[in-house]
């Protein structure tokens, strides 16, 4: 072949095992040291009568494969049936078809399944849930353009009139872990379909476990969760919709001389407020921040219109603010519930991320059992890498689309010399030497875990390394341990 570098020679090789995830053997050994893979696997109910059908070892390793390189459908899976390395790596013999992988749970009680996925993806995080946190509940909307079941016109502001499967979901505020995620029918996008499910996975908790906070958007500030919030003993910060008397409030406080400074160049104020349907009068706090040149201009010119997220309100003839109110019955400082509902935007970049980078927007059927079996399935793969990638990576949440091709990404190949297999890998990324030294603390970190937990239960080093993974978080805090385990040094 003719390039500008010169004339090169072109060979095809179909017999090396080579791989282009070639640092995936360091998380595989992370889930085999963790023990979260193996009792996965082994529980699923998925069974086959046939001798000649797939290993339900074989289709669960597809299926994890699949949702960790990002792929959005079932078809994707072609891409890596040639993969030489890793499907060994993992138990398997191959890596089957993308319609095998796509018919894998077609005959499997719906019931046992999701509490098989629900039970390993709770072991991912359960520890955690004994110091206090945060529980963001959000819902999004994944357009379908089949005849899947389920697929109804509901709220969609990006494809109006396109039909679509809802997703519920919660998550652990600021450590980014999936709970829980529901797949609904596209016309059941409002807080009242998803509650059943949410509080049934609360008062499943255990008291100690349940969070100190629930924090959501105007969808969920109903009398129906407020009231269950209550009863329950919960806290919760969600914002209120805007109607007539929220309104009133509004222009009613704008005159108010009891601002106080919220930061982020906000200002609130606390009042009291009860709308129609709600039993009591509660706590709420307005928020506004003035908007300045051409936007104030516009908003002040549209008389006050609802902006895609905040109620704007002119005032005189040069000034506008934007307005939010928030209701709670925290009994917190302005300062400090203004800052709790901005760190609630992070919730945000989940559903970005998952829709974007991982596979929510993809992995459809006809039939609502599966879709629902794999969200949790990529939710649950999400956990595990999020949680290994902060071991490498300690102290922040890296993004998909940076740490897939930062700690996957690699070319290796494997050679033998007698018994001994030997991987090599060559990273084309600009921080391949820093990557090496991160894995090798990876590697050290593992091997004095293994040393020291040698005789301690499944649950006993599940509960030590997420407390070392979480370290930062914990704020030099030991995570609360079953008794005679050391906390972490």
Not at 147 to 172: C, L, M
Request: glycine share 8%; proline share 4%; charged share 25%.
């Amino acid at each position: 072949m003719e390039t500008f570098g010169g004339k090169i020679q072109v060979e095809w090789d179909s017999e090396s095992k080579v791989t282009p995830l070639g640092q995936l053997p360091f998380f595989i050994q992370f889930l085999k040291e963790t023990q979260l893979y193996e009792p996965w696997v082994q529980e699923c109910p998925l069974e086959y009568e046939s001798n000649s059908a797939s290993r339900k070892e074989d289709v669960l390793g597809t299926l994890f494969l699949s949702a960790l390189a990002g792929h959005r459908r079932y078809a994707h899976i072609t891409a890596m049936r040639n993969d030489g390395i890793n499907p060994g790596l993992l138990g398997m013999e191959k890596v089957v078809s993308e319609d095998t992988a796509r018919r894998a749970f077609q005959g499997c009680d719906e019931k046992e399944s999701l509490e098989w996925m629900r039970k390993h993806l709770r072991i991912s995080y359960e520890p955690l849930l004994f110091e206090p946190w945060i529980l963001d509940i959000d819902s999004t909307v994944k357009p379908l353009y089949g005849h899947q079941e389920g697929a109804k016109v509901g709220y969609n502001p990006k494809k109006p009139g396109r039909p679509s499967h809802v997703y519920h979901t919660y998550f652990i505020g600021s450590l980014r872990l999936v709970l829980e995620v529901e797949v609904q029918s596209g016309e059941q996008t409002s807080s009242s379909f998803a509650q059943p499910r949410l509080w049934e996975f609360l008062k499943g908790l255990a008291v100690n476990a349940r969070p100190w906070l629930i924090r959501g958007d105007c969808a969920w500030g109903t009398e129906r969760m407020m009231g269950e919030a209550e009863k329950e003993g919960l806290r919760f910060l969600f914002k209120v919709k805007k109607t007539a008397k929220t309104k009133q409030l509004i222009r009613k406080m704008a005159a108010s001389e009891e601002w106080v400074e919220a930061f982020g160049g906000w200002q609130g104020v606390e009042s009291q407020l009860q709308l129609m349907g709600w039993s009591r009068c509660r706590r709420v706090v307005v928020l506004r921040r003035k908007l300045k040149g051409e936007i104030a201009l516009q908003r002040m010119k549209e008389g006050g219109k609802q902006m895609e997220m905040m109620f704007v309100e002119p005032l005189g003839e040069s000034e506008a603010y934007e307005y939010a109110v928030l209701v709670t019955n925290l009994t917190e400082e302005v300062e400090t519930i203004a800052q709790l509902y901005r760190d609630r935007g992070d919730a945000e970049n989940n559903f970005d991320e998952m829709k974007n980078q991982w596979g929510w927007g993809g992995y459809t059927t006809r039939d609502l059992k599966r879709c629902r079996i794999m969200a949790l399935l990529v939710g649950l793969v999400y956990n595990w890498w999020s949680l290994f990638t902060r071991l490498v990576i300690p102290g922040r949440h890296a993004e998909a689309v940076t740490s897939r091709p930062l700690l996957l990404h690699a070319i290796a190949r494997q050679v033998r010399h007698g018994r001994e297999k030997t991987l090599i890998i060559t990273s084309t990324h600009g921080k391949a030497e820093a990557i090496q030294e991160a894995f090798e603390r990876f590697y050290l970190t593992l091997e004095r875990f293994k040393l020291n937990a040698e005789q301690w239960s499944r649950e006993e080093k599940w509960r030590w390394l997420l407390g070392w993974i979480f370290r930062d978080w914990l704020r030099g805090k030991a995570l609360k341990m079953p008794r005679g385990l050391p906390a972490p040094a």
